[in-house]
DNA sequence: CTGAAAGCGCTTACAG
DNA sequence: CTGAAAGCGCTTACAG
């Protein structure tokens, strides 16, 4: 295949072509004042050489280097592998690389990936961190570089945007939903304590069941977790305790499916006997046996609105992007009964 | 916070300190040659001035970025996501950052990911491409960086490792999971025709009934695709065009999800009337509804042994390691029916 | 329009 | 044990 040797540098091009390696950079780099014939010249030399400008160099002189880092709890988890390539593709159209990291909720490797991006000279840091230690704040807020809080709110004291949905109103759709369904005693399956996501969607349920004056006796709540196994678990604690539910509001689908599990296993029929109600719509939902009503977290939006409002910082450091609280959208399938309507299930 | 300046580098840790540029390189490296107390100085100059090394400097002189590149169909993949959680667990614990590149199978983007890989120097690149054309052949074959196929096999002309689930056995396995029970007429769904991996698992099939002397007639195949709607109407077709199958092979599970809900919808029983199996043991295939028996691929497993190549290779570039061809392994739930046993089922 | 030179922030022989 | 110097592969004022 010609003459490239092993590598090449900009210095070889220049010697192949008898001309200065400034001029080849400038060249390359479609600077306006370089002589369209020695453009052409370094074009060819480039193609015939197989010459690939060294990315590490040109970024340490430029101090930028095209790679933006991307917090996630997991990369398994359907949602923030949703939102990673929606992230992914935004950037990747304007030449950033985006680099995962999968913190599993552990402190230590969350303050790992932030040291790791400040010395790999990220150009941008997104982060969707669980719990932020005062440590890790402080470091935050020496950085030098754009952040941006994914799925997130910016904790006190950190001056960047966020973009989120704002659970604790969708959560709150979700149970109107319910409660203009003619349901009253309504029951929530948690996730855990520690949670932001979680104890906002919880804190939208107690604020609207109250708002609507539905007691605290109308109420049954067991914290559930995250996956399926814990949701079917919780549906069991949950109707122990509260046989008189009528609908059940889960913090996420995945706790939902497991609920309907259970539900399904003692042979009650949903809604029939029971309403249940989710949160992230995962395509678990949409599966014909689920059929689970659910509240939508945008991740196609949620990423892309992240990417712009981090490009936007990359281009002028000076001002900040507003933050972004999207709306959940409701996704109504056949786990809600309308018990204002003539029932059209048949009990059994 | 102190003396931290918005950003140090090694300079001002010799200038705060009165000593060499190289001296406190060393220290910092960890050379046997440094004075303890020297040492001990530069650890704390480091701490007090919040010096963090530029990792960009240090991989241009050292040649060496600590990045492997992973080229991926699609991060939002089940499948894909398992796989890279994997890798990325068994390389962060050795310093090494991973790099995703979701490709959506398109070869210009593979070519894009693999430049961009050359370009920024990553120490080695993990490829699962789906076409791999002449060019991008060419280009790989030219590559001094260590490569690893994931999911695939080693396109001819190249010579790398690759780690793979022996997808043509285990497809064979299943068949004759099916056929020890009793089952003659058994239909298939297939992936893509452009799939390696399908094709494979295709194959496995068409061998594995002649082998058991089971003639066209007792076959039924239809391309499906890789998701559960397709699955879905792949089903409708090849029930109408063989009702007479007793059990059918899906290639991936998302396809036998789909198969499972048309049956469903049809008020056919599973296994009652027709058997499904299965491949992938994706989360779906442990359902209560779908309770799907499937060949397991051994994400954890595959990607744990692709890192570990790979790190062999950048060790010692001379000699290749061995490819892996991995079994997958049976996971029996409820979607098989014994036809050679009593039934326990009561047809309806 | 082009070239020589300095420099990005490190590491690494080489001398002492 | 330590320091001065060269160099990794680029870019970018500056001069001409």
Redesign the interface.
């Known amino acids: 295949?010609g003459v490239?040797s092993?590598?090449t540098n900009i210095k070889d091009v220049a010697k192949y072509l008898g001309i200065s390696v400034s001029t080849v950079s400038r060249a390359l780099n479609h600077y306006p004042d370089v002589s369209p014939i020695t453009k052409n010249q370094v074009m060819d030399a480039v193609e015939h050489l197989?010459y690939?400008?060294?990315?590490?160099?040109k970024?340490?002189i430029q101090k930028k280097?095209f790679t933006v880092g991307l917090m996630i709890p997991?990369?398994?988890d359907?949602i923030c592998?949703?939102l990673?390539?929606s992230v992914?593709?935004s950037f990747?159209d304007q030449g950033y690389?985006v680099?995962?990291?999968?913190t599993h909720r552990d402190p230590a490797k969350e303050k790992q990936f932030i040291?790791?991006a400040?010395?790999?000279?990220f150009d941008g840091l997104i982060l969707t961190p669980d719990v932020l230690d005062e440590e890790l704040v402080?470091l935050l807020s020496?950085l030098?570089m754009p952040v941006v809080f994914l799925q997130r709110r910016t904790p006190e004291g950190l001056n960047a945007p966020f973009v989120d949905v704002d659970h604790y109103h969708a959560a709150s759709a979700a149970v109107r939903n319910l409660i203009t369904r003619g349901h009253q005693r309504i029951g929530f399956i948690a996730m855990p304590a520690s949670s932001f996501t979680g104890s906002e969607r919880k804190r939208g349920y107690l604020d609207t069941m109250s708002a609507y004056g539905l007691m605290p006796e109308m109420m049954g709540m067991v914290e559930g977790g995250r996956t399926?196994e814990q949701g079917r678990t919780a549906m069991a604690e949950l109707y122990q305790r509260c046989p008189g539910l009528t609908a059940v509001f889960a913090a996420n689908d995945l706790l939902a499916?497991g609920a309907l599990?259970w539900l399904?296993?003692q042979h009650m029929n949903v809604p029939g006997q029971i309403s249940v109600i989710g949160f992230d719509n995962l395509?678990?939902a949409a599966?014909?046996?689920?059929q689970l009503t659910t509240m939508e977290q945008p991740t196609e939006e949620m990423g892309r609105k992240c990417a712009l409002a981090m490009l936007r910082m990359m281009r002028d450091p000076k001002q900040l992007p507003v933050s972004e609280l999207i709306e959940a959208k409701l996704i109504e399938r056949g786990s809600v009964l309308n018990l204002n309507a003539i029932p059209v299930y048949t009990m059994n």
């Not at 400040?118 to 000279?121: F, N, T």
């Open positions: 295949m490239k092993i590598v197989n690939r400008p060294n990315a590490v160099a970024g340490l280097t997991d990369i398994s359907p592998s949703l990673a390539a992914e593709k990747s690389q680099v995962y990291g999968s040291l790791n400040i010395s790999r000279q402080s020496d030098r399926i499916v599990e399904h296993q395509e678990h599966l014909h046996w689920t």
